[in-house]
């Protein structure tokens, strides 16, 4: 055989020998060359050689099958036999990492050579199912297959087999789960062409196809309400929703006569709405703030509960009935525009001029109207829920940042003793007891409870139930003497209505008061409501 020439190159670590330890096979590399020659000189194995070099001429794949009975018939004329009877010799367990064997059988090893060799088995590798979905995850075909029986009865039996805006709203309601009133703007997001039906092959494609259907319903939400080309909400968004709402909410029909009444109370709970969920307050509502609010469990409140006015999170119609009547009663040229004048009146003059400055300056808050120096109704309904219900986060940010003169994150002693002056001034014209702002402090201090004693943070003041009155004790003094008098009625009431906030209670006060004048004016008047028609406010 020509190839017993090659021994010499012979890596002895390529013979697995269970039996004799590669290192005793280095220091004799006779020995090795021995087994390998009387490995050779085997019948089968001359054979398998001869067949194999054939097939290498050839071009053929190589195939090696071992044989038993020649290995069997040869281990009582020599060594004891070096394999495993019918099989091939096992590799030796050991690491595929930094051995220095690895770089020797580049080429060489027993796939090249055509050995009988077995190679050790490569790592099976773990399917990663996926996890992301651009588009969204499809639906499960059962659930895809219940979804597609139910469509296929409530499109049934329409002309042209589709259904029109009117008709639309049992898919929105008992298909899509959504609130009633998304059912204009889930039609006009299927049909795009404006043809005026909505078929059972678009609808399909859009909540089926389209994975709509796995998806939850604050993205679903969010889907039909945003422009294709944007990534988040507006104001403008919300306005077919609202309209939706007035036109069918039972609780809201009385305004159907009222068209400006309509448009005002759709304004307001949208204000409402950014002013608590786009907690970045640049009028971008996106789909992470939206799921962190609550306007969604409002909204299927909403469309469940027959009387607005139990709606308390943002649609309640008395809530925008006090705002309303109160941005009116200051503006008293009826430009739906007030001034550093109109709103120090506000509360029965209980704010000082310092805060009104400061809210002026837009610190706290940008105007959206372009008018100088005057607040539009925007701003005021922002200023009101702040100003009501300072217990709230976007409250408390509102203030945090009036009286942070510096703009540097702290409120120091200096800073609040500044717009404590006006207070105790206006103590001392009351003929009050004035409070020294030495005492004021350390009365903060112990409410607030700061990391801190030298100064607040908005960490701090987020972290107590009583760091609305550190505020009113700075600027509000009609609110600052009622925290001092402890009325027991109000906190009796707070501890039996816990859930209510801070603006419920103020708003349901307010609400009863304004009521009791209207009906005291209606009843001079002799009707049950008076509409002036020229200011369009009610009075």
């Known amino acids: 055989m020509e190839l017993v020439g090659d021994v010499a190159s012979l890596d002895v670590e390529l013979l697995q020998l269970p039996e004799v330890s ?6 004799n590399p006779h020995v090795a060359e021995e087994l390998f020659s009387q490995w050779l000189s085997l019948p089968d194995t001359t054979r398998l050689v001869k067949s194999l070099l054939d097939d290498a001429k050839a071009g053929s794949p190589l195939s090696v099958s071992g044989s038993s009975s020649s290995a069997n018939a040869t281990s009582s004329n020599s060594l004891p036999s070096m394999f495993p009877a019918g099989s091939a010799p096992p590799l030796s367990p050991r690491s595929s990492s930094g051995s220095p064997r690895i770089m020797k059988r580049q080429g060489v090893g027993p796939s090249s050579l055509g050995s009988p060799l077995k190679l050790v088995s490569e790592p099976v590798r773990e399917v990663i199912p996926q996890f992301y979905f651009q588009n969204g995850r499809p639906a499960p075909n059962e ?35 959504l609130p009633s009133f998304f059912s204009s703007s889930l039609f006009r997001k299927i049909d795009v062409n404006c043809i005026g039906i909505v078929t059972r092959d678009a609808f399909v494609d859009y909540w089926v196809n389209g994975n709509m259907l796995t998806m939850d319903i604050a993205t679903q939400i969010f889907t039909i309400l945003k422009q294709p080309d944007r990534r988040f909400l507006t104001q403008e968004d919300f306005k077919p929703v609202l309209r939706e709402l007035l036109a069918t909410h039972p609780g809201l029909e009385f305004l159907q006569s009222t068209p400006e009444f309509q448009e005002r109370y759709a304004e307001t709970v949208i204000y409402r709405i950014f002013f608590y969920v786009n907690r970045a307050g640049n009028g971008h509502l996106t789909l992470r703030e939206l799921k962190r609010g609550n306007l969604i469990t409002a909204m299927q409140h909403a469309d469940e509960e027959e009387d607005i006015n139990k709606v308390l999170r943002y649609f309640s119609y008395e809530h925008f009935y006090v705002i309303y009547c109160k941005f009116w009663e200051l503006d008293t040229d009826h430009d739906f525009l007030i001034d550093k004048e109109n709103l120090i009146k506000y509360g029965n003059h209980a704010l000082t001029y310092r805060i009104v400055d400061r809210i002026f300056s837009q610190i706290p808050r940008r105007f959206t109207c372009k008018v100088e120096g005057k607040m539009g109704y925007e701003d005021f309904v922002y200023f009101m829920l702040s100003e ?36 105790l001034h206006r103590m001392e014209c009351m003929a009050q007891e004035p409070v020294l702002f030495e005492d004021i402090l350390c009365q903060m201090v112990d409410m607030v409870g700061p990391e801190n004693e030298c100064h ?39 501890r039996e209505e816990p859930t209510l906030t801070e603006w419920d209670r103020f708003a349901h006060r307010e609400y009863i008061r304004l009521s009791m004048e209207e009906d005291g004016e209606d009843a001079s008047n002799g009707s049950a409501e008076v509409w002036d028609e020229s200011l369009e406010a009610p009075f």
């Open 22 to 27: 590669p290192l005793a096979l280095k220091s």
């Open 143 to 177: 659930l895809k297959e219940q979804c597609l029986a139910r469509i296929d009865k409530l499109f049934s039996g329409h002309l042209e087999g589709g259904l029109q805006v009117h008709e639309f709203k049992s898919v929105t309601k008992e298909i899509c789960k």
């Open 388 to 423: 009501e219900d300072k217990s709230s986060e976007p409250s408390l940010e509102y203030w945090y940042m009036c009286i942070d003169l510096d703009g540097n994150g702290v409120l120091t002693p200096n800073e609040m003793q500044f717009f404590y002056e006006e207070q």
């Open 456 to 494: 607040f943070t908005l960490r701090d003041l987020k972290g107590c139930k009583l760091s609305g009155n550190v505020f009113n004790i700075l600027f509000n003094l009609n609110k600052f003497m009622a925290f001092e008098t402890r009325d027991p009625f109000l906190i009796r009431q707070e």
